[in-house]
């Protein structure tokens, strides 16, 4: 017979795996000549993006609300590395101002119920 401390451990363990919070998702994304990558224009929770540039050309950072207007946050230099947090309901957007593809390399923490789309 299972003991009460070892079904409760089960329990919490199977809860704390299912829990939105502790989600993170990694990609090397590729964007093609004077498009953007956008990330999170839908409806979510905070999150945070450890983004970096490994292309030969900088990228701009800006972050959209859903309702709102966007903002540069940074220019990212070619091997550099940035940690933006996000807010919620609001999107990342990785523009990239080159003739030229460039790719970024991500990793997501927090809510990863986010759309992903490309923009020119």
Same mark, same amino acid.
């Given at each position: 017979m299972l003991s009460k401390s070892f079904f409760l451990t089960i329990v919490l363990a199977i809860a704390l795996s299912s829990c939105g919070i502790f989600s993170s998702l990694q990609s090397n994304t590729s964007i093609t000549p004077n498009n953007s990558f956008i990330l999170? =224009?839908? /409806?979510?929770?905070?999150? #945070?993006? %450890?983004?970096?540039?490994v292309s030969k050309q900088p990228l701009e950072i800006e972050l959209k609300p859903i309702d709102g207007n966007?903002? @540069? @946050? /940074?220019?990212?230099?070619?091997?550099?590395?940035? %940690?933006?947090?996000?807010? #919620? !309901?609001?999107?990342?957007?990785?523009? !990239?101002?080159?003739? &030229?593809?460039? #790719?970024? &390399? @991500?990793?997501?923490?927090?809510?990863?119920? @986010? =759309?992903?789309?490309?923009? /020119?």
């Open positions: 999170g =224009s839908n /409806k979510h929770g905070k999150f #945070s993006a %450890k983004l970096t540039n966007a903002t @540069l @946050l /940074k220019t990212v230099e070619p091997n550099e590395t940035v %940690k933006v947090n996000v807010p #919620s !309901n609001t999107a990342i957007i990785i523009k !990239n101002n080159s003739n &030229d593809t460039v #790719s970024v &390399d @991500l990793n997501v923490k927090g809510d990863t119920g @986010l =759309s992903m789309t490309y923009k /020119k």
